[in-house]
């Protein structure tokens, strides 16, 4: 495209206007909007998983805290956005900044479930008859089941 972009041929204006189209540093172009689409998603995934979370434990806690607070910031950034009250220029530097709250959530889920995936792979390592490692898997998505809803 970007050879095509640079001769003066037939295809320069249909090149030109797909690098424009898929520019990344442009607001609201179509590569940008499929990327924020994808935080809106994990916005709203934050904003369901944060109820069921918060009654587990401290790190799940957390986890709900950060998770909750990334869904609520980016919709105000969103509606900041759509009454324009949010410059398209500053929009990435409040996403990224939103971003780390991710992190933080990422890193307490790791904690919340470290217990969960020893006992698994303690399961793994000592059982060898198939009938006993679907009871065992049974028996932890049950206990996760009912704790998590």
Not at 3 to 26: D, I, P
Not at 85 to 91: E, H, N, T
Not at 116 to 139: N, Q
């Amino acid at each position: 495209m970007v050879s095509q972009s640079a001769t003066a041929s037939a295809h320069s204006a249909v090149a030109e206007q797909l690098l424009q189209l898929l520019n990344v540093s442009v607001p609201f172009t179509l590569f940008t909007s499929f990327d924020y689409l994808g935080f809106w998603m994990y916005a709203v995934f934050g904003l369901l998983a944060a109820g069921p979370l918060f009654r587990q434990s401290l790190s799940a806690k957390i986890a709900a805290s950060t998770l909750g607070l990334y869904g609520l910031l980016f919709h105000v950034l969103f509606a900041g956005v759509m009454m324009g009250r949010v410059g398209s220029a500053d929009i990435v530097a409040y996403a990224t900044v939103f971003m780390a709250l991710l992190l933080v959530s990422v890193i307490a889920l790791v904690v919340c479930f470290r217990e969960a995936m020893a006992s698994v792979l303690a399961w793994l390592r000592s059982s060898t008859t198939r009938s006993r490692k679907d009871s065992i898997v049974l028996h932890h998505a049950s206990r996760m089941d009912r704790s998590f809803w």
